[in-house]
């Protein structure tokens, strides 16, 4: 694991409260938590608007008995 640094950051009462909620909301374990990944999206999220390659993943459960679906996943391909 890469080294964490510490830093101070200044928020609006309200905005601090409405970033709480979101923490909660999600699940994360910290404000700090919450913030990289707010971090990592906003950074993908440059890349992909500056034309970088970004890489993801689809996942496809479905039941292969079904008539014709293989045939309709694999057009949608």
Known sequence: ???LVRFGV???AELLKKFDG???????A???D???DLIRRELV??????G???AGAITIVYDHHRRKLVNR???IQ
Not at 22 to 28: A, D, F, M, T, W
Not at 45 to 50: G, V
């Open 22 to 28: 979101l923490v909660q909301k999600r699940g994360y």
């Open 45 to 50: 999220e440059e890349r992909w608007q500056d």
């Open 34 to 36: 919450a913030f990289r």
């Open 73 to 75: 996943l694999l057009t």
């Open 30 to 32: 910290s404000r700090s």
């Open 1 to 3: 694991m890469a080294k």
């Open 52 to 54: 970088g390659e970004i």
């Open 10 to 12: 200044s928020l609006e």
